[in-house]
T-cell receptor, first 116, second 114 residues
Framework: KNQVEQSPQSLIILEGKNCTLQCNYTVSPFSNLRWYKQDTGRGPVSLTIMTFSENTKSNGRYTATLDADTKQSSLHITASQLSDSASYICVVRLPYSGAGSYQLTFGKGTKLSVIP | EAGVVQSPRYKIIEKKQPVAFWCNPISGHNTLYWYRQNLGQGPELLIRYENEEAVDDSQLPKDRFSAERLKGVDSTLKIQPAELGDSAVYLC????????????FGSGTQLSVL
């Protein structure tokens, strides 16, 4: 069974500090890896999408990295803000192989709390 | 541009009652998804539509769940009868058929079955 494991499950950091969230996956091969941010009571919002050939992708203070050899991805948040408090979900997309065969595998997410 | 719109935002029902959720995707998005998200978990796909055709409903509990996407735009997801274990957030998402197919999610409907 394809799996996406995220760590830590939850994290508390002080405002202004940096943090790194981890994603380990067993899906192989894969089409792309995504990071989503989900605020409480809202739907997930896409932060980054990386293909298997990309090593890093940035979106403002968010930087995602991908190591396809070790099957690891990380999301680094720089100079955290209170508004960064949310769940961050790692998602791996399997390669397209015909109608009905499309699949996204979601991790359980890391719940980040940024405190003043 | 309006995002994915879902209604209602919250629904509380008693078990064995029916319930329906509605989704209006982003204009022009031909792919529509329904996901279920339990507390502390990632979303799980229930059904995916390409226009009006359900192309992946393998995870939809068909004994009590049904969905439709008439005219390939709006969609409804129905549960009849609801069970206690159906309590969850039901998310709708839409996307264009592009290489990376970025998904846009609605805010979800939080269902509580008592």
């Amino acid at each position: 069974k394809n799996q996406v494991e995220q760590s830590p499950q939850s994290l508390i950091i002080l405002e202004g500090k940096n943090c790194t969230l981890q994603c380990n996956y067993t899906v192989s091969p894969f089409s792309n890896l995504r990071w989503y941010k989900q605020d409480t009571g809202r739907g997930p919002v896409s932060l980054t999408i990386m293909t298997f050939s990309e090593n890093t992708k940035s979106n403002g203070r968010y930087t995602a990295t991908l190591d396809a050899d070790t099957k690891q991805s990380s999301l680094h948040i720089t100079a955290s803000q209170l508004s960064d408090s949310a769940s961050y979900i790692c998602v791996v997309r399997l390669p397209y192989s015909g109608a009905g065969s499309y699949q996204l595998t979601f991790g359980k997410g890391t719940k980040l709390s940024v405190i003043p | 541009e309006a995002g994915v719109v879902q209604s209602p935002r919250y629904k509380i029902i008693e078990k064995k009652q029916p319930v329906a959720f509605w989704c209006n995707p982003i204009s022009g998005h031909n792919t529509l998804y329904w996901y279920r998200q339990n507390l502390g978990q990632g979303p799980e796909l229930l059904i995916r539509y390409e226009n009006e055709e359900a192309v992946d409903d393998s995870q939809l509990p068909k004994d009590r769940f049904s969905a439709e996407r008439l005219k390939g735009v709006d969609s409804t997801l129905k549960i009849q009868p609801a069970e206690l274990g159906d309590s969850a957030v039901y998310l709708c998402a839409s996307s264009l058929r592009t290489t990376n197919e970025k998904l846009f999610f609605g805010s979800g409907t939080q269902l509580s079955v008592l």
